[in-house]
């Protein structure tokens, strides 16, 4: 069984400039939540999908959109980047619908925006 | 809205019991986590409660109280290993986190 994994492992990208992050679910698993996480604070929500489909969205702007593929796999989008956008990005599988709500959450993608 | 209060910052002695508060508004959710974070690393699950009441895993148990938008996190046995910081989260809202320092 392997873990989440997320590529690339940091990233550094020009203010206005777009990025797309990648992350690959744990195996079996069917939701994927996306997470941004500033130095010293809690990952904060971004969205959700589950089965393809986004199921929940955090305080974002649209600019800040995503995908997940029919492997689960699935990618964080954003455009326009302003410099506030530079911090952790990671992303969390779970199995929805078993009676589990543990999040098994991927090493992250350190996005520097200059 | 939600909003998750912890203390940012808790220091105790290897051996010893530390609990962790987590004080919330909100209008509803499922269930409350929580998750260890050491620097560097991913945030890795430690406990979930949906019902009031206490949960046991090991060293570490996990506490809510619905009616108090209450809950917290208790760890024993601490172990130098332990110095991490510990987020409780509403469902997928994590709160600002608190930075523990286990000391010999």
């Known amino acids: 069984e392997t873990g989440v994994t997320q590529s690339p492992t940091h990233l550094i990208k020009t203010r206005g400039q777009q990025v797309t992050l990648r992350c690959s679910s744990q195996s079996g698993h069917n939701t994927v939540s996306w997470y941004q996480q500033a130095l010293g604070q809690g990952p904060q929500f971004i969205f959700q999908y589950y089965r393809e489909e986004e199921n929940g969205r955090g305080n974002f702007p649209p600019r800040f959109s995503g995908l997940q593929f029919p492997n689960y796999s699935s990618e964080l989008n954003v455009n326009a980047l302003e410099l506030d956008d530079s911090a952790l990005y990671l992303c969390?599988?779970?199995?929805?619908?078993?009676?589990?709500?543990?999040?098994?959450f991927g090493p992250g993608t350190r996005l520097t925006v200059t | 809205g939600q909003s998750l209060e912890q203390p940012s910052e808790v220091t105790a002695v290897e051996g010893a019991i530390v609990q962790i508060n987590c004080t919330y508004q909100t209008s509803g959710f499922y269930g409350l986590s929580w998750y260890q974070q050491h620097d560097g690393g991913a945030p890795t699950f430690l406990s979930y409660n949906a019902l009031d009441g206490l949960e046991e895993t090991g060293r570490f148990s996990s506490f809510l109280s619905r009616s108090d938008s209450y809950g917290y996190l208790l760890l024993q046995e601490l172990q130098m290993k332990d110095s991490a910081s510990y987020f409780c989260a509403l469902d997928m809202r994590f709160g600002a986190g608190t930075r523990l320092t286990v000391k010999p």
């Open positions: 969390a599988s779970s199995l929805v619908g078993q009676g589990s709500y543990e999040q098994y």
